[in-house]
């Protein structure tokens, strides 16, 4: 296992198990919310699931946190550079993404994300919290929002209620983009329990399914 694996892999689970206890959620109701299963859950919380596009923003729309509140840790500040090569890809049925980097501003906060929809693949999502902004950089583009439908080329843009049933798919070749998810700071996740920093143990993770 790569250590972005490990890594992805890790702050999902401290941050799914600190949301879905913010939230007075057992894992049967988280899975009955989201329609993942339990077994599913259980093991994302204890860090050894395999998280998928699909999985994440499932949990984001059931929890109502933004992406970043699952899968990063804090933002560091100074001088920030993301290389390429070092950051991990979160991989789902038509679309490859790698976080990049949280901006917050006011009571704004947007991520940045590079995105690629794979040739004649289709990514569809049931919706999540935010706002979602694409910018195509290469390749032709298919988006479908809530029944209407458009296509992009290289330089157009697209925004839409991310909470509306969408979808993306590559027309003819790999599409390469620039993915910003836009949330209210009030869709942020705040929590400071220390006992909740640390994965839980799959034994715990099982326990809190009743």
């Known amino acids: 296992m790569s250590d972005s694996e490990n890594s992805i892999r890790g702050m999902l689970a401290t941050n799914l198990r ?3 206890t913010e939230r007075g959620l057992s894992i049967s109701e988280l899975s009955r919310r989201s329609k993942i299963g339990k077994a599913t859950l259980s093991q994302l919380e204890s860090g050894t699931g395999n998280p998928t596009i699909e999985t ?6 059931v929890l109502e946190v933004a992406v970043s509140d699952l899968l990063d840790a804090r933002p560091p500040g100074g001088l920030t550079v993301v290389r390429a090569q070092e950051v991990e890809t979160l991989s789902g049925e038509g679309v490859d993404l790698r976080p990049l980097q949280r901006i917050e501003v006011g009571d704004a906060v947007f991520e ?3 995105q690629r929809v794979r040739d004649d693949r289709r990514q569809e999502s049931l919706g999540h919290v ?5 910018i195509v950089q290469s390749g032709r583009l298919g988006v479908q929002v809530d029944g209407q439908e458009v296509e992009l080329g ?3 843009y697209v925004g ?3 909470s509306a ?7 003819g070749g790999d599409v390469h983009s620039v993915l910003l998810l836009q949330y209210r700071a009030d869709q942020r996740l705040h929590l400071s329990d220390p006992s909740l920093d640390a994965p ?11």
Not at 130 to 134: A, D, F
Not at 165 to 171: Q, V
Not at 200 to 210: G, I, L, N, T
């Open 18 to 20: 600190r949301a879905r």
């Open 112 to 114: 940045v994300f590079d």
């Open 56 to 61: 994440v923003f499932s949990l984001s729309r």
């Open 165 to 171: 049933p969408h979808s993306y798919t590559a027309l």
């Open 200 to 210: 839980a143990p799959v034994a715990a993770a099982h326990s809190a399914e009743a």
């Open 154 to 156: 290289p330089g157009d």
């Open 160 to 162: 839409f209620d991310a």
């Open 130 to 134: 935010g706002t979602e902004h694409t």
